[in-house]
């Protein structure tokens, strides 16, 4: 008589996640320089897409999800509309997915995470110069 075992599946390795990296604070010398936030991370082996979600840290310390994207092929996402993240503290995850030709989920791996802070001050207050005689009025 033969007897077999069935394993489970192991996950796949964590994603290594290399941009922005844990603490990181966007400010206004990055925004100058830069008109997004492109996130990054490494290469999993046997993976063939990833996962991708930005948190917001609310006022109670607990997150809501600001953008998610599932099956991303590359090793980056981009987040152009920077107007929709606003100041304050974020945290980002992305899990590495392989699935079969089929589209069948083989592995997972558990998500990896850092946050960091987009921090800078608002203008004090705007002055105007003098504009003259305004014609017209």
């Avoid at 290399?18 to 997004?36: G, M, Q, T, W």
């Avoid at 999993?44 to 609310?58: D, G």
Wanted: proline fraction near 5%.
């Amino acid at each position: 008589e033969r007897t077999f075992e069935i394993l489970p599946v192991p996950n796949l390795e964590k994603p290594i996640l290399s941009f922005p990296v844990e603490n990181f604070v966007i400010d206004k010398s990055y925004l100058k320089k830069n008109r997004s936030i492109e996130f990054k991370w490494n290469s999993v082996k046997n993976a063939t897409s990833y996962n991708f979600v930005l948190y917001r840290q609310n006022s109670d310390g607990t997150y809501s999800s600001v953008i998610s994207e599932k099956n991303i092929s590359g090793l980056s996402y981009k987040v152009k509309k920077l107007s929709s993240l606003d100041i304050g503290a974020f945290r980002w995850t992305v899990s590495a997915s392989s699935y079969a030709k089929d589209e069948f989920l083989l592995q997972e791996s558990p998500a990896s995470s850092a946050d960091f802070e987009i921090k800078f001050e608002l203008p004090k207050e705007i002055q105007t110069m003098n504009q003259g005689p305004m014609y017209g009025e």
